[in-house]
């Protein structure tokens, strides 16, 4: 049996289903790539699995490296809303034998890891210093 390409097997996956874009599992296939070099950066060891919250750290830190305060922007124009859109993803290639999983894999290890607001908005959100100003009296709070 001949093993199916990751371009072959990204249209058969957008075909089945359309709620991603090709994009995004070419971003993906990235951030788990980005992931396995931070980790072997930080534990010398060799790769090896990836847990599904293990990718979706890797997938926050690669987005604000490659786009920065545009990441729900581009996600969204991508089809990807929430941590369970990219466990779908996964799955997806999984199914189409492009990632691997072990037994102990789960889309449930994809769900409400981190909200995009709080992963990717707040990061670049100006600090709100309110600083009094001598010349006003200090509003009462009744």
Do not use: C
């Amino acid at each position: 049996m001949q093993k199916i390409g990751f371009a072959e097997a990204l249209e058969t996956i957008v075909t089945s289903d359309p709620r991603y874009q090709r994009e995004a599992y070419i971003f993906l296939r990235d951030a788990l790539d980005f992931t396995t070099k931070q980790q072997k950066k930080v534990k010398g060891t060799a790769v090896r699995h990836v847990s599904g919250p293990e990718l979706l750290q890797g997938v926050r830190q690669y987005a604000l490296k490659e786009f920065g305060p545009m990441v729900v922007t581009v996600f969204d124009s991508w089809g990807i809303r929430s941590t369970v859109d990219i466990g779908h993803m996964v799955f997806n290639l999984i199914g189409a034998g492009i990632f691997g999983k072990t037994d102990e894999d789960s889309i449930e290890d994809f769900k409400a890891i981190y909200d995009f607001q709080d992963a990717f908005v707040k990061p670049f959100a100006p600090e709100s210093k309110i600083e009094p100003r001598p010349d006003l009296p200090t509003p009462k709070i009744s």
